[in-house]
């Protein structure tokens, strides 16, 4: 019998990491993970994408976005291991003290498969779509393999998360055009790397984001894990929050705390 998947050990965040995160709305941040424990995570990973493809759109149906990635959210609920991958104390203690929060539920993960051949991801903010009243919200990207620039790898612009552009079209050229000039105009730079082999990165909800074409012929395999802060209180969702408001917070009641199955605590200080 197979030993259960856990990240629960602990990992280090020194005082120099969370002064950078909160300085520049991002961090990249080494050794995070092992090389045994990525080749733990991807048949796993795997094995969810690997089903939602039977029903996916064809890469021929019109659309945009499903040409670029194999997206499955809400993935934690498709067996014990991917919760395990969601529910990990690590990542969730990282965030906590990442951001400087008093805890942290799970929004919603996500797997995503750039294809080979696919373009580049537009620039956007995430709490643009997250109908979450609170700054205290971040992504966390796990690669499952080294990513090269080629490859595309996610790139963020620095200090973008204090700045927030607050548009709805952000995923759109006209909306992307107006949002790098808004960043540009406030001098924020955009930093691009590729990630070795168990690096993650996390970011704000607020910080800029956006991935670069996939020019290989290799799939790059990412799982995302998105928090917010415990106590964070239901927004009235906008137009573009609307979804995400239906699919990850089952519809919260508006101005009252989230706290449901739907978004479980994941860590909070002093456990």
Known sequence: MST?????????????????????GFIRIKNVLSADEIDRIRPVVDEVVTEAQKTYPSLD??????KQFVQVSASWKASPAMKAIAFSK????????????????????QSLYKIPGSSRTF????????PLATEKA?????????????????GFYRGSHRIPYRSPDVITPDGEE?????????????????????????????TCHAALANTTSVVRKVHTINYFEDGTVAAEPLPQQELDWKLFLRKAK???????R??????ENGA
């Open 262 to 267: 739907h978004n479980p605590l994941l860590w």
């Open 254 to 260: 508006i101005g009252e705390p989230i706290a449901s």
């Open 138 to 154: 971040c992504a966390l990207w796990i690669p499952l393999q080294a990513v090269t620039m080629e490859m595309g790898p996610l």
């Open 4 to 24: 259960p998947l856990s990240f629960d050990d602990p990992f280090v965040v020194t005082p120099a990491m969370r002064e950078q995160f909160q300085r520049d």
């Open 90 to 109: 690590r990542f969730a203690k990282m965030a906590t003290e990442l951001m400087g929060a008093r805890g942290v539920r799970l929004y919603h993960d």
């Open 61 to 66: 149906a019109d659309g945009f976005y499903h």
């Open 178 to 206: 107006k949002m790098v000039e808004h960043l540009k105009a406030n001098g924020c730079a955009a930093s691009w790397e590729p990630y070795e082999l168990g690096e993650v990165s996390f970011h704000f909800g607020w």
């Open 123 to 130: 620039h956007h903010q995430d709490l643009s779509y997250w």
